[in-house]
């Protein structure tokens, strides 16, 4: 197991909550960015090139008879194969939430048709469904299950929109959860078949669900009729005879307490789930370990990842399965200092890096690791912007120029000074705080006039931000001077001079009025 930070060079805004994340061939493909796609890349889908821990997002080009496929949040997504024993699989997506925040109800094919020069063209179809047609919804599931040689796709839970002759001025984006039906597509012809089992009597969302064979579990989820997320565990069977599906469920015990969870498989027969939240505002820093053999799952604890700080005290965190046991994950990022991006990336692996691309089970969850009604910063309809503090500070003038010619000698200045007037470093009681310290603690060097040094623990500072400072050619301010400096940074405002309005050089005056008597006398004079 292992936890690194992912730099991305290129389009960073593009990555937000409620992306998803498609493998084919060993590579990995990004789908539903936030806002509608730009020129640079009409498609919306990028290929996922992460290279020596750096991620650059490349686009991707589709087929001349591809649908339009816009991007999706917070969609169900799983892999469908024509054969349980076929090699080539193809992404189904269904549902999620548009850059209108309009909820979708279609049904997307995304297979790749072409692959030169390391350049992969996609074909998309969007499927015509009839019958008992799911209503649009986001953070539900869609997984496949073959019977008797057959396959049929299962969709289950999610969240919508109220009814629209519930909808008012006031109510129009509040939600409720999908009823708890079970519905049977054919992926082949677009039939629908609606299923009410009584087991299952409240409607979940952001749970996990894993595929097996003509099995289906769906643990966890969060009920927002009832504000709780129920330690669920359910096994749905399904059989595909020659007449009509049968369809049962079974309550299981043995589940645990989570929504908005990652799962990725790691062997063919166990999981990983990762991340996910356990109260409102309680992330779930736990993994546990699915374990399927002969019809049975059992679900235990693991080794917890060693969580950097910036992971631990983060208020929200999401992400997607990249396949082969990897998990990307991000964290909002710390808009305190002058250099900061709006999110930071890690990569949690649990395999070695040569893993087996022909899986024989289909994993799917909700992956984005965020309840859309988790974070009010984070909501769809709002956009996360910085403050205009952190903003004035772009531009290429003397403050934004980290010298190193600035810097003195730490040695000379000692690590265990006492650098602000809360500085807490004590010599006798310091542990490491950053993964990068081992027995002395980490600083940064103020540039305020004469320059003084730091600690960066006390400063508030990110590990990232910290990591990019050291590398960078920035200046920096600690908290008591960066005031000042933004302050010399951003001239005051002035009123504009008033200038008077010029006057016409040769402005012709009013003429000289003439009497009756000086006429004539001047006409008896020329006379």
């Keep these: 197991m292992s936890l690194q930070m992912v730099t991305i060079s290129n389009n960073i805004a593009l990555i937000q909550p409620g992306f998803s994340l498609m493998r084919f061939d060993g590579q990995v493909f990004f789908f539903g960015q936030k806002g509608w796609p730009k020129r640079a890349c009409p498609t919306g889908v990028f290929h996922f090139d992460i290279k020596h821990n750096h991620l650059k997002l490349k686009p991707v080009f589709f087929s001349k008879d591809s649908c339009y496929l816009p991007p999706l949040r917070y969609p169900a997504i799983c892999t469908f194969k024509g054969s349980f024993e076929s090699e080539k699989h193809q992404y189904i997506v269904h549902g999620g939430k548009t850059p209108n925040n309009e909820l979708s109800d279609k049904i997307y094919v995304i297979s790749a048709v072409c692959k030169n020069n390391k350049r992969v063209t996609f074909r998309c179809i969007e499927k015509d469904l009839v019958g008992d047609v799911p209503k649009a919804r986001y953070g539900h599931s869609i997984d496949v299950v073959y019977s008797r040689g057959k396959s049929m796709g299962v969709l289950f839970g999610g969240r919508s929109y109220i009814p629209s002759a519930q909808r008012t001025t006031e109510k129009w984006n509040s939600l409720v959860d999908c009823q708890p039906h079970v519905f049977l597509v054919d992926f082949e012809y677009g039939c629908c078949t609606s299923y009410i089992l009584p087991e299952l009597q409240d409607g979940l969302s952001f749970h996990v669900s894993i595929a097996r064979n003509d099995t289906i579990y769906i643990l966890g989820g969060h009920s927002l009729a009832n504000n709780i997320r129920p330690a669920n565990l359910y096994r749905i069977s399904v059989d595909l005879p020659l007449g009509s599906p049968a369809v049962s469920c079974t309550v299981l015990s043995g589940g645990i307490s989570v929504s908005s969870a990652i799962l990725t498989q790691t062997s063919n027969d166990e999981f990983v789930i990762v991340g996910g939240y356990q109260l409102e505002d309680k992330k779930r820093m736990v993994c546990n370990i699915v374990s399927l053999e002969d019809n049975k799952i059992e679900i235990r604890e693991m080794e917890t990842p060693d969580w950097t700080p910036d992971i631990k005290h983060s208020k929200i965190w999401f992400g997607s399965n990249m396949g082969n046991g990897t998990v990307f994950l991000g964290i909002p990022g710390d808009n305190k200092q002058a250099i900061s991006e709006a999110f930071y990336f890690y990569m949690l692996k649990f395999t070695e890096e040569d893993g087996n691309e022909d899986q024989k089970t289909f994993t799917n969850s909700q992956t984005s690791t965020e309840d859309p009604g988790d974070s009010t910063p984070f909501e769809d309809s709002e956009e996360f912007c910085f403050s205009a503090e952190a903003d004035s500070f772009d531009g290429d003038d003397e403050f934004d120029t980290y010298n190193e010619d600035d810097e003195e000698d730490e040695s000379e200045t000692g690590y265990w000074i006492t650098c602000c007037r809360t500085c807490d470093v004590d010599i006798n009681t310091w542990v490491p705080f950053y993964s990068t310290e081992l027995n002395k603690p980490a600083m940064i060097y103020c540039s305020h006039e004469d320059g ?32 000042i400096a933004r302050a010399l940074h951003t001239p005051k405002r002035s009123l504009p001079l008033k200038k008077p309005p010029l006057k016409s050089l040769r402005k012709k005056g009013p003429g000289k009025i003439l009497t009756p008597a000086k006429k004539s006398f001047l006409r008896r004079l020329f006379d």
């Design 452 to 483: 003084h040094w730091v600690h960066a623990q006390c400063m508030d500072l990110a590990e990232r931000t910290l990591i990019q400072l050291s590398e960078g050619s920035n200046k920096y301010y600690c908290n008591e001077h960066v005031a």
